[in-house]
């Protein structure tokens, strides 16, 4: 198709000759013909309910704007990014002769590559409503390229893919956790080709695949067959298939004798290379879990998901990270650090509180108890329950109550009753 010179050919090429194209907050429109836009052959979701969103359109108007960008070929100018749906609405609404619908808004994006390009289309269409294989491809999809992009040192709108792990960016760009792409990473991997086309069909969900991919395939085979059987297969019915193989194993591992080892390979340099699947780079693929009926070290272990040794009898491992302590907050660490400190000083107090008291012999202290207890005993008589304060008030006023002070402790009967008590005390301990 021939075409003119345009403004917008200039920022293209423009665009694709370094000038920044970041994520920012506004964005080129342009009003085009929608018959100057084509459909993007690297979209791969489902072209449904087109009858449905032309209504839809009709009733209030076109609420999204579509994303395009400027590529000339023999099917039109620009190829679409996001909104094949109501592009192929509002065509179908100008067959019927609403012929306002022909022009159409569109953002006009710069991809600066083919695979920028794939990954805006799957970030385009990942909040729409999926099936659980059009969900399964679009993960695969997406991290194939950006699998690409990181090898090969390419960004993706300035981002640096080399930061942090791949399943984390994908989470992001899909909104959705990272234990969902996890799940997804194991199905892909791990299912067999007829349970895939069984997802097409959606004949199994999303739990109900999950839970096959953690079976070997000959146990996934047996499932299939019992699905042909009866028609359906459900999560519960695989739970309990995988809960029975399990068992059976158990049984069989307690009635075979131990089997020597195998022998450890050395390497030409006489160094065991026991330890060579530790050594390795981390795997970005998800592992299905063991069953937690063995106590292990592993279940404890932060690096749990992503362990390619775990096993449910491990005891010791050079790579182990106690998940509840790398967890804990900085609050939690403060606690548990001042709950230490007054242990040990409490500790440590009572030890010095011993020691003091090995140094006195029972008898001597017994005595100082009985001294220290008459003591604070003749104190309160003396500050709190005499008179003698009140009287020597008196004395500054009138100089008669002088010579009744003189006399008045000798002649205090409490003193002299805790006097007495101090006696007998001092009596019964000499018994």
């Known amino acids: 198709m021939a075409t003119g010179f345009s403004v917008l050919d200039t920022l293209n090429k423009n665009s694709k000759k370094g000038i ?38 009709l009733a209030v108007g076109l609420i999204d704007n579509l994303a395009v960008m400027y590529e000339p070929s023999e099917e039109g100018e620009y190829k679409l990014i996001s909104g094949e749906r109501r592009w192929r609405a509002l065509k179908l609404l100008t067959e019927r002769g609403y012929k306002e619908y022909e022009l159409v808004t569109c953002q006009v994006r710069n991809p600066a590559n083919e695979h920028e390009e794939k990954i805006e289309l799957i970030i385009a269409n990942s909040s729409r409503n999926k099936s659980v294989a059009t969900l399964l491809r679009e993960e695969s999809e997406l991290k194939e390229e950006l699998e690409y992009m990181k090898e090969n040192g390419m960004k993706i709108h300035g981002r640096d893919l080399s930061q942090g792990r791949l399943r984390d960016v994908i989470a992001s760009m899909l909104h959705v956790s990272g234990t969902k792409i996890a799940q997804m990473e194991t199905i892909n991997k791990n299912l067999i080709k007829e349970f895939k086309e069984e997802i097409d069909k959606e004949n199994i969900n999303f739990s109900t695949a999950y839970e096959l991919s953690g079976m070997s395939e000959e146990q996934q085979k047996e499932a299939l067959q019992r699905l042909k059987d009866n028609g359906k297969l459900s999560h519960k019915e695989i739970k309990e298939m995988k809960s029975e193989k399990l068992e059976e194993k158990t049984v069989s591992d307690c009635d075979t004798e131990e089997e020597p080892e195998e022998a450890v390979e050395e390497s030409e340099s006489g160094i065991v290379n026991y330890n060579q699947e530790l050594d390795r780079e981390e795997p970005e693929e998800y592992e299905t879990p063991h069953p937690k009926g063995i106590t292990s070290i592993c279940y404890n272990c932060k690096r749990y998901l992503e362990c390619n040794v775990r096993t449910s009898t491990c005891t010791s491992c050079d790579r182990y990270i106690n998940k509840i302590e790398a967890e804990k907050t900085p609050e939690q660490r403060y606690e548990e650090e001042q709950n230490k400190i007054d242990r040990e000083t409490k500790k440590r107090l009572k030890e010095l509180n011993d020691e003091k008291k090995m140094e006195v012999l029972p008898s001597d202290r017994r005595k100082k108890e009985i001294e220290e207890a008459t003591d604070k005993l003749c104190a309160y008589v003396c500050d709190s329950l005499c008179i003698k304060t009140t009287l020597e008030l008196y004395a500054k006023v009138e100089p008669e109550f002088s010579e009744k002070l003189r006399n008045f402790c000798d002649e205090c009967k409490l003193t002299k009753h805790v006097q007495r008590l101090k006696d007998t005390y001092e009596k019964d301990y000499r018994k």
């Not at 929608?34 to 839809?56: L, M, R, T």
């Open 20 to 57: 920044d194209t970041t994520p920012k907050a506004r964005f080129r429109t342009k009003d085009i013909s929608i018959h100057k836009i084509y459909s993007n052959v690297k979209n791969f979701y489902p072209q449904e309910g087109i009858e449905e969103k032309a209504d839809e359109i």
